[in-house]
């Protein structure tokens, strides 16, 4: 079957404006936006520029939003979308290196800033920092997330305001303000109490719906926003 | 450069929109109350103007924005709580279900003709 592909291009080198250019692809049952993709730069046109890596859906470099969600490239089966035009642009509000390539360097910062590693000062055990299976349970989906952009792309209090943790942010500091071996609760919970923090969430679920991983990133910030009421800052 | 409306897209906006023209009808119902220091002549006149039947389809449009702007207020109180996550498109419906109710049998009294 023939599915045309829309592509959004821009070379920063070359051109003035972003400009849609189509490409037809063959396709068959089981191939991937990503597949349709490699077909192009393949075999059609060589300057196409995407990312991509593990082609499996756990390095999150392929996210693009794809008819007018955010997904992963590698795990969107093409003919499952059932149109015949595929229009496929870079992640919404990301500064555009090339083409489908975004720059993703602030998206790393904002993880960042709310720490995120594990802040423990008091002595650890003789063997280890013990967890019961009931509080590794609270984790269970935050540490699934693979840091792939498409939440904080898709949201729209993200679109309006770039100082915006966004909800990749604010997960990751979910899954560790939530873990029982951790101590740096309150540094994190003051970060991101701020005006850009996560009161600017206003439970859109867009972030839900764009999860490659199915993840709820609005859960975790709705967490969130109860613990700091009920904490003492 | 669209993208998709989610339920909870449309229910955002349709929030934001009915939260401004609440903030609009406050200051006009303030600015016509403020006929009441003119004296009783200048107030039964305006009064006399709200009487006539576009003002009171008005009026009906204005019971529908703020019962949306209510119960999906109420939507977003239990979310907040993190109750009910996964049912928020259901939630959704509600409110309109619930919401069309609630409008029909008050605009029916309202209905100027």
């Given at each position: 079957m023939e599915i045309t592909f829309k592509i959004l291009r821009f070379d920063p080198d070359k051109d003035k404006k972003p400009y849609y250019r189509k490409y037809t692809v063959k396709v068959e049952p089981g191939m991937t936006v990503l597949d349709g993709l490699n077909e192009i730069k393949w075999r059609?046109?060589?300057?196409l520029s995407y990312r991509r890596s593990c082609?499996?859906?756990?390095?999150?470099?392929?996210?693009m939003t794809i008819n007018g969600v955010n997904r992963l490239a590698c795990n969107t089966q093409i003919l499952l979308l059932k149109r015949k035009t595929i229009v496929v642009e870079p992640l919404r509000r990301f500064p555009v290196i090339?083409?489908?390539?975004?720059?993703?360097d602030d998206f790393f910062e904002k993880i960042a800033i709310i720490k995120p590693y594990l802040i423990a000062n008091s002595p650890a055990g003789p063997r280890e920092r013990f967890q019961s299976p009931e509080d590794r349970k609270l984790l269970d989906e935050a540490?699934?997330?693979?840091?792939?952009g498409a939440c904080t792309s898709s949201c729209p209090s993200y679109w309006y305001n770039k100082n915006y943790l966004g909800p990749a942010s604010l997960f990751k500091a979910y899954r560790f303000i939530f873990d029982?071996?951790?101590?740096g609760t309150e540094e994190r919970l003051r970060i991101i109490s701020?005006?850009?923090?996560?009161?600017?969430?206003?439970?859109?679920?867009n972030c839900v719906e764009a999860c490659p991983k199915s993840l709820n990133p609005t859960y975790a910030i709705a967490e969130l926003k109860k613990k700091i009421v009920t904490t003492k800052l | 450069m669209f993208y998709r409306w989610h339920v909870g897209t449309v229910a955002w906006i349709l929030h934001r929109l009915s939260g401004v023209l609440i903030v609009v009808y406050l200051v006009l119902h303030i600015w016509v109350m403020s006929f009441l220091q003119k004296g009783p002549e200048s107030f039964n006149r305006i009064m006399r103007l709200l009487e006539s039947p576009l003002f009171k389809l008005l009026e009906i449009g204005l019971l529908g924005v703020v019962i949306y702007h209510a119960l999906n207020g109420i939507r977003l109180v239990i979310l907040d709580l993190g109750w009910g996550m996964a049912h928020q498109k259901k939630m959704f419906w509600a409110v309109v279900v619930v919401g069309i109710v609630i409008f029909v049998l008050g605009a029916i009294p309202l209905y100027p003709f």
């Open positions: 059609q046109d060589g300057t082609r499996s859906a756990i390095c999150g470099s392929c996210a090339k083409d489908l390539i975004v720059d993703m540490v699934i997330c693979i840091l792939c029982s071996r951790d101590e701020d005006r850009d923090g996560l009161w600017r969430c206003h439970s859109i679920f | -």
